[in-house]
């Protein structure tokens, strides 16, 4: 299971950062990814990380604002949320999957149920 934590409501340029806390299974050999969906939008790919740390992928829209980082030992990944911007307002959930690196939500197995993230203007 997986178990997001973090979210709020925040104003435009602050920062945040939100968990994803396992259990029942070590992620240690799982990659890991943050998807995040809008009121009446299409689930988007944010960030995902391989198993080990050493390949990380950022859509374009969070480049340069956002970090995804993982701590096997904790059985947590976490999604450094750097100059928030209103259009960062979603839900956004974590999930697992056994793909090296992948944006496409469907090769994920497991998800949590998501923490919701507000930007005010």
């Known amino acids: 299971q997986l178990a997001e934590s973090g979210g709020g409501l925040v104003q435009a340029g602050d920062s945040l950062r939100l968990s994803c806390a396992a259990s029942?299974?070590?992620?240690?050999?799982?990659?890991m990814a943050w998807f995040r969906q809008a009121p009446g939008e299409e689930r988007r790919f944010v960030a995902a990380?391989?198993?080990?740390?050493?390949?990380?992928s950022y859509d374009d829209s969070v480049k340069g604002r956002f970090t995804i980082s993982r701590d096997n030992a904790k059985n947590t990944v976490y999604l450094q949320m750097n100059s928030l911007e209103p259009k960062d307002t979603a839900a956004y959930c974590c999930a697992a999957g056994d793909y090296i690196l992948t944006r496409v939500a469907t090769h994920y197995r497991a998800w949590g149920q998501g923490t919701q993230l507000t930007v005010s203007s």
């Open positions: 029942g299974r070590t992620i240690g050999g799982s990659s």
């Open positions: 990380i391989s198993w080990n740390g050493e390949n990380i």
